[in-house]
């Protein structure tokens, strides 16, 4: 399998400035943050949490900060020597490709039999139910999802780029990923660009290789690029440089973000997990709980390392799939098969499991978790990890029938 080198570009690499230690580099990893509750977006001040309680907590959480720091640095730093046999605790049981074209080859019988054979099961045209409404373009959508399904494994990363990466170890990659998420909910962001920042930053990684001291640089830079691709009013560079706390100047951030987009070809046309999500939605009645839990669900998907190389739509049908059984909804039934892209039980298993996996284990993403345990979110985080630690002492397994 091929790996990153050092190719020749237009623009100098600004997450490689020593290329002979970059191999070896044994710096610590650290993250660089802004950890005051209140960001300055243009004129405005963004509170880091919308609601008064939420509020008084994080000025708790402020005090035991310095407490907390050196345990923090240990943290980082055991992340940063982590062996190379613990690098990938739960291996992908199929990996990506080395290029786009190779995937979309391998999967295109798959891919053909999913959307071209006749189904083995009925379903309702719900959609035709939006024909009055223009926004929803129930003419054209069925077209809009096949190409989406198209465009999803064009644009998946490596699904083993953390094992030749040797600069980047899983756990540091947790605490990147959970940094991201805090910047992200601080400016208020949509659920949108955190996928895509995430998936700029391991389909950059699957390429070419980072300094352990540059890696907050990539997110920042990926966080940069998705916000001006999703948002309508996107935070400016000097917000960016200012959340990593004087980490990052802002002509460095500029020039992150032209080379990322160069070794991207500029390609951001990323079908974002919650489209499908929200197609799914459609079969479900739109059940405000359902979605709120699969949203959840789903953006474990996009933080935790395990999920790599894995579709986004058959991750958005599992998060559904474990969302309606905890609401005690068992059935999964055609509608829901056909509006998740033609995912049956067996199709979402691995999936499945490996999210009760997830949520039976220890915290490993702290601001994920804290972030969906505001009520803004209904607590979701702290009322699956109960759910499914009920589920697993009673010795079931998220796909009985009834649970």
Request: hydrophobic share 35%; net charge negative; proline share 4%.
């Amino acid at each position: 399998m091929a790996t990153a080198g050092y190719r020749h570009h237009a623009i100098a690499s600004p997450f490689v400035t020593h290329p002979e230690t970059s191999l070896h580099n044994d710096k610590p990893f650290t993250i660089r943050a802004d950890e005051r509750s209140e960001i300055r977006f243009g004129n405005d001040i963004l509170p880091h949490e919308e609601n008064e309680n939420e509020h008084n907590q994080q000025q708790l959480q402020l005090q035991q900060s310095h407490t907390q720091q050196h345990s923090q640095q240990d943290k980082i730093q055991e992340a940063a020597l982590e062996s190379d046999e613990s690098r990938r605790m739960s291996m992908l049981k199929r990996a990506a490709p080395e290029s786009s074209s190779e995937l979309l080859e391998k999967n295109q019988l798959q891919d053909s039999k999913k959307m071209k054979v006749e189904p083995d099961y009925t379903w309702d045209d719900l959609d035709t139910e939006d024909a009055d409404d223009p926004l929803m373009v129930s003419e054209y959508v069925n077209e809009i999802f096949d190409y989406l399904h198209e465009l999803e494994l064009k644009t998946l990363p490596d699904a083993n780029y953390l094992h030749w990466q040797r600069n980047f170890r899983p756990k540091m990659r947790s605490i990147l990923v959970d940094w991201m998420v805090e910047v992200h909910l601080k400016f208020r962001l949509l659920p949108e660009t955190l996928y895509l920042a995430i998936n700029i930053m391991d389909r950059f990684m699957s390429r070419e290789t980072v300094q352990v001291d540059r890696l907050q640089l990539l997110a920042t830079g990926s966080l940069f690029i998705a916000a001006k691709y999703e948002e309508v009013y996107s935070p400016s560079v000097k917000n960016y440089a200012y959340v990593t706390d004087g980490g990052f100047t802002e002509d460095e951030i500029l020039q992150a973000e032209r080379f990322i987009l160069e070794i991207l070809n500029f390609d951001m046309s990323y079908p974002n997990p919650m489209n499908f999500l929200r197609r799914i939605s459609k079969a479900d009645d739109y059940d405000v709980q359902a979605r709120t839990i699969g949203k959840y669900l789903l953006e474990i998907t996009a933080v935790d390392h395990k999920f790599i190389g894995y579709l986004p739509s058959l991750c958005a049908g599992a998060a559904m799939y474990i969302a309606r059984k905890m609401l005690g909804k068992f059935d999964w039934n055609g509608n829901l098969i056909h509006y998740s892209g033609g995912y049956k039980e067996s199709d979402l298993k691995e999936i499945c499991e490996m999210l009760m996996d997830y949520l039976i284990s220890p915290i490993i993403h702290e601001e994920f978790f804290k972030k969906y345990a505001s009520r803004r979110f209904m607590k979701v985080s702290i009322l699956a990890r109960q759910w499914a630690k009920k589920v697993t002492r009673e010795e079931k397994n998220i796909m009985d029938p009834v649970i």
